[in-house]
């Protein structure tokens, strides 16, 4: 089920940084977007998650980002990015 190991940063000034496990933690577990696919993640540590191969790395990131600005974690400068690890 969680076939791929992806990396989750955050990209703002200039840099990039992880995003925290607990904002990966908190999305996964109290958002319910509708989305099937997303229940196909497991967040890992910071910057790291699992996924299955239904899951959308665009819709995730769409949506984990809305998610993040909406709860006032991500400047509105920042991007998130969505990576498969090798």
């Known amino acids: 089920m969680f076939a791929r190991k ?3 940063e955050i990209e703002e000034a200039g840099g990039l940084r992880p995003c925290p496990v607990d904002w990966l933690d908190r999305f996964f577990m109290r958002n ?4 099937r696919a ?3 993640t497991l967040p890992v540590s910071d910057g790291c998650m699992e996924a ?14 809305r998610w993040l600005r909406g ?4 400047a509105p400068e920042a991007r998130l990015r969505i990576a498969t690890e090798p």
């Open 32 to 35: 319910f977007t509708g989305l």
């Open 52 to 65: 299955g191969f239904d899951v959308d790395l665009q819709i995730l990131r769409q949506e984990l980002e």
């Open 6 to 8: 992806l990396r989750v």
């Open 71 to 74: 709860h006032k974690l991500l």
């Open 38 to 40: 997303l229940d196909s």
